[in-house]
């Protein structure tokens, strides 16, 4: 279960209204700032999908299948065109699967290429429900956001977990040019291009998604502002040749996910590991200069560097990962002023995820996720809620039986037990008897009973 968006009445206050809406979810309101929390994406209320984003449960089952996306996004494999390629001494053919993660050992001290990355992870079998922004596929792009328009200008706070993993095999084969003998073979396991939390106003609103490849999913969305995290270094547009997360826009224009588009100095961090990362991303309305020494920037923050009245001063956006949230250590920080930067005329923006692949793919899953529109905002631990709030929907198979003969049918072995009904012989006393042919049951001395041979009890 989750916080969704309240409907708006402006006469009742707004604590007032929080309560009413917790109450009326039947759940423990801790939360009092927070906008919605999705604990899971078992329910997803309030969710716009596009593009190749749907929900899984990390299997695809069409007898347990819920809502209209369940499963769109839980391909294994889809054909990759063969790359062929010829030099003067060697013809080479290059074919792309998914990898399976057991054979990373195979490829790490065999077959590695130049672009291989070691210690990938294969999606899980189980999980309770998540938000699949890509299938395993080339050229994907998805997204989803919020229906609701939140405010962000005076500030937000969001949370989110999310994980990479089943990234893509690129296997080349070599062969000689002229007697078409085998000379060598290379594999390397690297998926791209990654995913991005984006705040957006576009004219199209929550039907949005962008381009595919190097664009992650948020190049061509106009009046939008992406915090990238990125898996794939692009040669020629990427300073950093490792997983990294940088923040990109071009104000009211469409945005672009290379160096046209960036704001500040990318910053290294492990993304595409295959393991649960936590991210938290938050925009004060002012500058805070506990962070100063995380800043980045470039010269395209220039214009959004000033003031832009009373209560539209330059604020500090900051970005942290796994141990930074709980440290409270940023990786980057970058000064900014968001009501200069995008165009929002009454302050509020949409907010949600993109993704997308190219040749190279992975899966881009998103756990969990909560927004808070009032700073300063609670941290979501699972501790401050209510254990009737957790998602009770589950991914573990329901058992099923066949009813066996008869009425109620079955029998008491396996588990559970096969229906099986308590017996219904008729209930009564033993039947006794007082006829002289009795010999059983009687007193030693019978005989001189008056009447004789009466029925004896203990």
């Given at each position: 279960?989750?916080?969704v968006s309240?409907?708006?009445?402006?006469?009742m206050?707004?604590?007032?209204?929080?309560?009413?809406f917790?109450?009326f979810l039947?759940?423990?309101?801790v939360?009092a700032n927070a906008?919605?929390v999705?604990?899971?994406f078992?329910?997803?209320?309030?969710i716009?999908?596009?593009?190749a984003?749907?929900?899984t449960?990390c299997?695809?089952?069409t007898?347990?299948?819920?809502?209209?996306?369940?499963?769109?996004?839980?391909?294994?494999n889809?054909?990759?065109?063969?790359?062929?390629?010829e030099t003067?001494?060697l013809?080479?053919?290059?074919t792309?699967e998914?990898n399976?993660d057991?054979?990373n050992?195979?490829?790490d001290?065999?077959?590695?290429g130049?672009?291989?990355r070691?210690?990938?992870k294969?999606?899980?079998?189980?999980?309770?429900g998540?938000i699949?922004l890509?299938p395993?596929g080339p050229s994907?792009?998805?997204?989803?956001?919020f229906?609701?328009?939140?405010?962000?200008?005076n500030?937000?706070d969001?949370?989110?977990t999310?994980q990479?993993?089943?990234?893509s095999k690129?296997?080349?084969?070599n062969?000689?040019q002229y007697?078409?003998q085998?000379?060598?073979?290379?594999?390397?396991?690297?998926?791209?291009?990654?995913?991005?939390f984006?705040?957006?106003?576009s004219?199209?609103?929550t039907?949005?998604?962008?381009?595919?490849g190097?664009?992650?999913?948020f190049g061509?969305?106009p009046?939008?502002?992406?915090?990238?995290?990125?898996t794939?270094q692009n040669?020629?547009?990427?300073?950093?040749?490792?997983?990294?997360?940088?923040?990109?826009?071009?104000?009211?224009?469409?945005?672009?996910?290379?160096?046209?588009?960036?704001?500040?100095?990318?910053?290294a961090?492990?993304?595409?590991d295959?393991?649960?990362?936590l991210?938290?991303?938050?925009?004060?309305?002012d500058?805070?200069?506990e962070?100063?020494d995380?800043?980045?920037?470039s010269?395209?923050?220039?214009p959004?560097?000033?003031?832009?009245g009373?209560?539209k001063?330059?604020g500090t956006?900051?970005?942290y990962m796994?141990?930074g949230?709980?440290?409270?250590?940023?990786?980057?920080?970058?000064p900014?002023?968001?009501?200069?930067?995008?165009d929002?005329?009454?302050?509020?923006?949409?907010?949600?995820f993109?993704s997308?692949?190219?040749?190279?793919?992975?899966k881009h899953?998103?756990l969990?996720?909560?927004?808070?529109?009032?700073?300063?905002?609670?941290?979501?631990t699972?501790?401050d809620?209510?254990y009737?709030q957790t998602s009770?929907?589950?991914?573990?198979?329901r058992?099923?039986?066949?009813?066996?003969p008869?009425?109620?049918?079955?029998?008491?072995?396996?588990?559970?037990t096969?229906?099986?009904s308590p017996?219904?012989?008729?209930?009564?006393?033993?039947?006794?008897?007082?006829?002289?042919s009795r010999?059983?049951?009687?007193a030693?001395d019978?005989s001189?009973?008056i009447p004789p041979?009466t029925?004896?009890r203990?």
């Amino acid at each position: 279960l989750k916080f969704v968006s309240f409907i708006e009445q402006p006469e009742m206050d707004y604590r007032v209204r929080l309560d009413r809406f917790c109450v009326f979810l039947s759940l423990f309101c801790v939360l009092a700032n927070a906008s919605f929390v999705y604990r899971d994406f078992n329910e997803t209320d309030g969710i716009h999908f596009n593009g190749a984003a749907g929900t899984t449960r990390c299997f695809n089952d069409t007898l347990e299948a819920y809502g209209d996306y369940q499963g769109d996004a839980d391909r294994f494999n889809e054909d990759v065109l063969t790359e062929i390629g010829e030099t003067t001494v060697l013809i080479s053919e290059s074919t792309v699967e998914t990898n399976e993660d057991f054979r990373n050992n195979e490829t790490d001290n065999t077959l590695a290429g130049f672009i291989h990355r070691s210690g990938t992870k294969s999606a899980p079998n189980r999980c309770a429900g998540r938000i699949r922004l890509t299938p395993s596929g080339p050229s994907k792009a998805g997204s989803i956001f919020f229906v609701d328009q939140a405010p962000v200008n005076n500030g937000f706070d969001t949370y989110f977990t999310f994980q990479v993993t089943d990234h893509s095999k690129q296997c080349t084969v070599n062969k000689d040019q002229y007697f078409s003998q085998f000379s060598h073979r290379t594999c390397s396991v690297h998926g791209a291009d990654g995913l991005a939390f984006v705040v957006q106003n576009s004219p199209s609103k929550t039907r949005i998604v962008g381009k595919v490849g190097e664009q992650m999913g948020f190049g061509g969305i106009p009046n939008s502002l992406a915090i990238a995290f990125d898996t794939w270094q692009n040669q020629g547009e990427d300073s950093l040749n490792v997983d990294h997360v940088s923040v990109q826009s071009r104000g009211v224009l469409e945005n672009d996910a290379l160096e046209l588009g960036l704001l500040g100095v990318p910053r290294a961090h492990d993304i595409a590991d295959g393991e649960i990362h936590l991210a938290r991303i938050v925009y004060y309305n002012d500058l805070k200069p506990e962070y100063f020494d995380k800043l980045v920037a470039s010269d395209s923050l220039l214009p959004y560097l000033k003031d832009n009245g009373e209560q539209k001063r330059v604020g500090t956006l900051v970005v942290y990962m796994d141990e930074g949230v709980a440290e409270d250590v940023p990786l980057l920080a970058l000064p900014i002023n968001l009501s200069l930067l995008l165009d929002l005329p009454i302050d509020k923006a949409y907010v949600g995820f993109t993704s997308s692949t190219g040749r190279f793919y992975e899966k881009h899953d998103i756990l969990s996720w909560t927004f808070c529109d009032q700073p300063p905002c609670d941290a979501p631990t699972l501790a401050d809620f209510d254990y009737h709030q957790t998602s009770k929907f589950t991914a573990s198979k329901r058992r099923n039986f066949t009813p066996g003969p008869g009425f109620g049918g079955g029998d008491t072995s396996g588990f559970p037990t096969k229906n099986k009904s308590p017996d219904t012989t008729t209930f009564g006393l033993p039947v006794e008897s007082w006829s002289k042919s009795r010999n059983f049951g009687l007193a030693t001395d019978a005989s001189n009973q008056i009447p004789p041979e009466t029925l004896y009890r203990n």
